[in-house]
């Protein structure tokens, strides 16, 4: 029948090997305490005045080691383990959210009470949903007439939303004002070639529709399908602004983005509209965590060590200082 001990966070295995320490114990009381051979002398008065040297005064020290030295053998045979959690490899997702920066970002028109950037909603709305992934790592990349990894995926929440708050549209009219959702999809699949998460996510928003050719939108969808990566992705705002009001957009290429990789279209129009598409899309992309795992951890290591370390000292300590007669 097997028994076990627990000391706080060590158990021993084997416990009955402790009874060594009180054995050893009764060992050095009957050596103490049993007599000894004599040596004649002419008068022990002889010897009444001489005062004890310092050997003498810690005659004992060698057998109090060796009681120690037993002690601490006993523990490391009686086997104590510490059981560890096992470093779970995260289950979760890689995301990479992609993010449109070119000039129509700037439209005000994701709030009926107030103006409200489009850039601005986008931000805020990414990083509560980055925030919310606590599991996850999370990628950004930012594009316009190109593609830019801004951050590459991490659990690092704070290094994240840095990165998200530092982004913003670029010059309106310059040579980077463009939208190429082709090139920023490439990009996130590109990020997420090497993941090996349980599953890969691309979350791809922008305002307006592809206008640059160098990657075809549906050609990037395809690589994503390849790779086994699901893209998301959201058509943002009223669409484009006029003097007689605002022109929707036609966002077919987003949507047979989402269609060919297993995704999901959304065409939020305000800010609260684009809070409640990325709380679906967390919901959509939830895993189950796996229960906890433990290995048992051997930790003989120190009181075996100690244990030979004090019989050493005991008997260099009986050789070199303490020699005596029987």
Same mark, same amino acid.
């Given at each position: #029948?097997?028994?076990?001990?627990?000391?706080?966070?060590?158990?021993?295995?084997?416990?009955?090997?402790?009874?060594?320490? +009180?054995?050893?114990?009764?060992?050095?009381?009957?050596?103490?305490? *049993?007599?000894?051979?004599?040596? +004649?002398?002419?008068?022990?008065?002889?010897?009444?005045? @001489?005062?004890?040297?310092?050997?003498?005064?810690?005659?004992?020290?060698?057998?109090?080691?060796?009681?120690?030295?037993?002690?601490?053998?006993?523990?490391? #045979?009686?086997? +104590?383990? $510490?059981?560890?959690?096992?470093?779970?490899?995260? $289950?979760?997702?890689?995301?990479? @959210?992609?993010?449109?920066?070119?000039?129509? #970002?700037?439209?005000?028109? #994701?709030?009926?009470?107030?103006?409200?950037?489009?850039?601005?909603?986008?931000r805020a709305r990414a990083e509560e949903?980055?925030?919310?992934?606590?599991?996850?790592?999370?990628?950004?990349?930012?594009?316009?007439?190109?593609?830019?990894?801004?951050?590459?995926?991490?659990?690092?929440?704070?290094?994240?939303?840095?990165? @998200?708050?530092?982004?913003?549209?670029?010059?309106?009219?310059?040579?980077?004002?463009?939208?190429?959702?082709?090139? &920023?999809?490439?990009?996130?699949?590109?990020?997420?070639?090497?993941?090996?998460?349980?599953?890969?996510?691309?979350?791809?928003?922008?305002? &307006?529709? =592809? =206008?640059?050719?160098?990657?075809?939108?549906?050609?990037?969808?395809?690589?994503?399908?390849? $790779? &086994?990566? *699901?893209?998301?992705?959201?058509?943002?705002?009223?669409?484009?602004?006029?003097?007689?009001? !605002? $022109?929707?957009?036609?966002?077919?290429?987003?949507?047979?983005?989402?269609a060919t990789t297993g995704g999901a279209?959304?065409? +939020?129009?305000?800010?609260?509209?684009?809070?409640?598409? !990325?709380?679906?899309?967390?919901?959509?992309?939830?895993?189950?965590?796996?229960?906890?795992?433990?290995?048992?951890?051997?930790?003989?290591?120190?009181?075996?060590?100690?244990?030979?370390?004090?019989?050493?000292?005991?008997?260099?300590?009986?050789?070199? @200082?303490?020699?005596?007669?029987?």
């Open positions: #029948m097997s028994a076990t001990l627990q000391f706080g966070e060590v158990t021993l295995l084997d416990p009955w090997f402790l009874l060594l320490a +009180p054995l050893a114990l009764l060992a050095a009381w009957w050596r103490w305490w *049993r007599p000894r051979a004599a040596l +004649p002398t002419a008068a022990v008065a002889l010897f009444a005045g @001489l005062r004890p040297t310092l050997r003498q005064r810690f005659v004992w020290l060698p057998q109090v080691v060796r009681i120690a030295s037993v002690v601490c053998l006993a523990v490391a #045979m009686a086997r +104590p383990v $510490q059981r560890e959690v096992v470093p779970l490899r995260e $289950q979760g997702v890689d995301i990479v @959210l992609v993010v449109d920066t070119s000039s129509s #970002m700037k439209s005000e028109d #994701m709030d009926e009470r107030e103006r409200l950037r489009r850039m601005d909603a986008a949903f980055a925030r919310a992934r606590v599991h996850d790592r999370v990628a950004l990349v930012a594009f316009a007439r190109f593609a830019e990894l801004r951050c590459p995926p991490t659990l690092d929440q704070e290094a994240l939303t840095a990165f @998200l708050r530092a982004l913003d549209i670029v010059p309106e009219g310059s040579e980077l004002d463009a939208t190429a959702i082709g090139a &920023g999809l490439g990009k996130a699949v590109q990020v997420l070639q090497k993941s090996t998460a349980k599953a890969r996510v691309v979350v791809l928003l922008t305002d &307006g529709m =592809n =206008n640059v050719e160098d990657i075809a939108p549906l050609d990037a969808a395809k690589l994503a399908k390849d $790779q &086994g990566v *699901r893209v998301h992705t959201i058509g943002l705002g009223h669409g484009v602004a006029t003097p007689f009001g !605002y $022109q929707p957009l036609d966002f077919t290429e987003l949507r047979e983005i989402a279209f959304f065409e +939020p129009r305000t800010d609260a509209d684009l809070a409640a598409v !990325y709380a679906e899309i967390d919901a959509l992309e939830k895993t189950e965590l796996e229960d906890p795992r433990y290995r048992t951890v051997d930790r003989f290591e120190w009181p075996l060590a100690a244990g030979l370390a004090l019989l050493l000292l005991a008997l260099l300590a009986d050789v070199l @200082l303490f020699r005596r007669t029987p």
